[in-house]
């Protein structure tokens, strides 16, 4: 079974633009969940998406988005880039079976470097 | 925060187990217990969860304590292609979906 892959790996972009990333899932997996990996604050957690809809959302401002499509696949957007939003993006998807065992497999991750 | 606490590096000779703490002492009771790996600038890496019984897969064992305030993730026989850093992450109880909330996490050296 494929894992999830996130398009594309590498992005480099110019402050004020604005970027999408994307993740397709593992085959038959319902959530996504996005996290920003920064040498400064680590990993942290974006959003999760789960049948279309955002379920849970990290402390991040509003220049952060995200949305999920029907068959699962999810695209993260930041507008108005800024050069503190250099960093690591990364993708996760689980089966949600409700239950708290419920475990996440990451994608490769998409290195955006803002200049 | 990160409910977890992990000293922050550790050194492991090439071929011997890597014993690898964690600190969750305010866990609940039904939150488990995850353990995942980074390999440099790639996407973690699952490696095995428990709730309360120790639990083995094909990478690795993870030893609760009976009072599930702490654990130890074993690497059996760790290789140079087990360095990373290695998290260890409680599921938050209450949080609906899926949310993982990572500390600093361990780097483990496996040196030759």
């Known amino acids: 079974k494929a894992g999830v892959t996130q398009t594309p790996r590498y992005l480099i972009k110019t402050r004020g633009q604005q970027v999408t990333l994307s993740c397709s899932p593992i085959s038959g997996h319902r959530s996504v969940s996005w996290y920003q990996q920064t040498p400064g604050q680590g990993l942290q957690f974006l959003f999760e998406?789960?049948?279309?809809?955002?379920?849970n959302k990290g402390n991040f401002p509003g220049r952060f988005s995200g949305r999920q499509f029907s068959n699962s696949r999810s695209e993260m957007n930041v507008s108005t880039l800024e050069l503190g939003d250099s960093a690591l993006y990364l993708c996760?998807?689980?089966?949600?079976?409700?239950?708290?065992?419920?475990?996440?497999?990451f994608g490769p991750g998409t290195r955006l470097t803002v200049l | 925060d990160a409910k977890t606490t992990q000293p922050p590096s550790m050194d492991c000779a090439e071929g011997r187990a890597a014993n690898l703490p964690c600190n969750h002492s305010?866990?609940?009771?039904?939150?488990?217990v995850y353990w995942y790996r980074q390999i440099h600038s790639q996407g973690p890496q699952y490696i095995i969860h428990g709730l309360k019984n120790n639990e083995t897969n094909e990478m690795a064992s993870l030893i609760i304590t009976e009072d599930r305030k702490s654990s130890t993730l074993i690497l059996p026989h760790a290789t140079l292609r087990d360095t990373a850093v290695y998290y260890c992450i409680v599921r938050v109880a209450g949080e609906y979906g899926n949310k993982l909330v990572f500390g600093a996490g361990t780097i483990l050296r496996v040196k030759s």
């Open positions: 998406y789960f049948s279309e809809t955002q379920r």
């Open positions: 996760a998807s689980s089966y949600n079976s409700g239950s708290r065992a419920d475990t996440q497999y």
């Open positions: 305010t866990i609940s009771g039904n939150e488990y």
